[in-house]
């Protein structure tokens, strides 16, 4: 049995003493805790004890709960999908994303009107309550069972100029990059990605285990001006996959000298 003398409640103690054993090796990933009895004889802890303990390491993303089949340690591997988020043209002047064919769509793609968030607002510089194209497509990775939940949202303005886009708004994000350079528009992107704690309904779409971040990915496509033409929304499990860039330098503006 190992001694509990540490500071604190009973229940961190033993929660503290499990997660040495899981970062020292002891608990190797991906194995079967101990049963609730084995722990208990364990840490000479009580029943409620341990399952406060468990509750715990589970908060903090250590252990996984599988109904049925009890309590297991978390993978420490890497994500088991790389995203390249570079952007390539084919010959013919179309736009590729590298990793754009790994996706098929687990249900049919929601078309939908809709109106600027705070957040949406911010990114393809609205006020609040414009009009939006909105689509919505949840994606899987056949290889691997990833999942993403993926949106497009064109402002009306857009749509309107480019009637293209109107009459089909629900397309892929590289076939709208496609349609605005058609139209005349000549493109570039930026790009942001952060990290949150999922909402319901993104739990229950990405199949996430406890204690798992989203990774929320938008890229917003400008034109020659610098005005935001459309946004793409990417999200998934932070333990599912990564995303990779390709950095290049920009040249340095060349300074004007007064004469």
């Known amino acids: 049995m190992s001694e509990i003398q540490r500071p604190g409640a009973l229940y961190q103690q033993v929660a503290a003493a499990i997660r040495e054993a899981i970062l020292s090796g002891e608990f190797a990933p991906d194995s079967l805790l101990p049963s609730e009895a084995q722990l208990m004889t364990r840490y000479g802890v009580s029943r409620p004890t341990v399952r406060n303990a468990i509750a715990a390491l589970r908060a903090e993303g250590l252990i996984d709960v599988r109904h049925g089949k009890g309590s297991f340690v978390?993978?420490?591997?890497?994500?088991?999908?790389?995203?390249?988020?570079?952007?390539?043209?084919?010959?013919?002047?179309?736009?590729?994303?590298?990793?754009?064919?790994?996706?098929?769509?687990?249900?049919?793609?929601?078309?939908?009107?809709?109106?600027?968030?705070?957040?949406?607002?911010?990114?393809?510089?609205?006020?609040?309550?414009?009009?939006?194209?909105?689509?919505?497509?949840?994606?899987?990775?056949?290889?691997?069972?990833?999942?993403?939940?993926?949106?497009?949202?064109?402002?009306?303005?857009?749509?309107?100029?480019?009637?293209?886009?109107?009459?089909?708004?629900?397309?892929?994000?590289?076939?709208?990059?496609?349609?605005?350079?058609?139209?005349?528009?000549?493109?570039?992107?930026?790009?942001?990605?952060?990290?949150?704690?999922?909402?319901p309904d993104e739990r229950a779409a990405l199949q996430l285990p406890d204690a798992t971040p989203v990774l929320h990915v938008a890229r917003v496509a400008h034109n020659a001006g610098d005005r935001p033409l459309f946004l793409e929304e990417l999200r998934f499990g932070a333990d599912r996959a990564e995303l990779a860039y390709r950095i290049t330098a920009d040249k340095q503006p060349t300074r004007r000298t007064r004469a």
Do not use: N
Request: glycine residues 8%; proline residues 7%.
């Open 74 to 199: 978390r993978s420490s591997g890497q994500p088991t999908l790389t995203l390249e988020r570079s952007i390539s043209h084919t010959r013919e002047g179309k736009f590729v994303m590298p990793t754009g064919d790994i996706w098929q769509e687990a249900e049919e793609p929601h078309t939908y009107r809709t109106r600027t968030t705070k957040s949406t607002g911010r990114l393809l510089q609205l006020g609040a309550e414009e009009a939006l194209f909105g689509c919505d497509r949840l994606l899987i990775d056949p290889s691997t069972g990833t999942r993403a939940m993926h949106r497009t949202l064109i402002p009306f303005e857009v749509a309107e100029a480019v009637p293209l886009l109107g009459e089909e708004p629900c397309k892929p994000a590289a076939a709208v990059d496609w349609v605005l350079t058609q139209a005349g528009h000549a493109l570039s992107w930026t790009e942001t990605v952060r990290a949150h704690m999922p909402l």
